[in-house]
């Protein structure tokens, strides 16, 4: 199969020559341009989820071994969600070889945050089975470039980010209940729990309050993002 041009120039920009063309095709095929003929990228942005996540885990946790495991989820939760992978997706040009269908098109489709960012992870699956997990290894650091070392300076505290996690999918903000409180009144441990609407919840035990706050928001993070 032969890569039309723009996918041909895109291919070259990402520095990855695909021995088999029809998955980037296939990468860039949002659901709205699927046919009998034309599988859609839903099944790659399936795959392409899980390999981003081992890739970027894999990146912070060598990029600072001094880093607790709470700050390495929220830096790894700030650089795998969808609003990071489709401002990813922008920067490398990504919505304009997209092909999706004309409704899509004209409701601007090639800017949505959702369409971009599963594109993006259907783009890594298809270099990861195009040649390996090594060659999508080096994509994915290509792709993100500084956002990994900058990341610990660029992300928020995991209230912050647990919130912005919610909204970005239509769910109320987090509640924080304070389940139990032990020790002397001078220094009391707080056993928090950081609940959402739909029902995900985690626990964590710390003083003052604000850290077991801080504490129970990353444990239901690594919750939900597992």
Known sequence: MKLAADLTAFAQHLGHDFSTPELLVRAVTHSS???????????????????????????????????AEGELAVRYNHLVRKETCADVAREWGLGDVLKIGRSEMKSGGRRKTAILGDALEALIAAIYLDAGLEA????????????????????????????????ARGIQPPRYIEIAREGPDHAPVFLIEARLETGEAAQASATPKRHAEQAAATALLQKVSA
């Open 33 to 67: 341009m699927a046919t009998a003929h034309r599988d859609d990228n839903q099944r790659l942005e399936f795959l392409g989820d899980r390999v981003l996540n081992l890739v970027i885990a894999d990146a912070i946790f060598a990029a600072d071994p001094n880093a």
């Open 136 to 167: 999508a290894r080096a994509a994915v650091l290509r792709l993100w470039g500084e956002r990994i070392n900058t990341a610990a300076s660029e992300t928020k505290d995991a209230k912050t980010a647990l919130q912005e996690w919610a909204q």
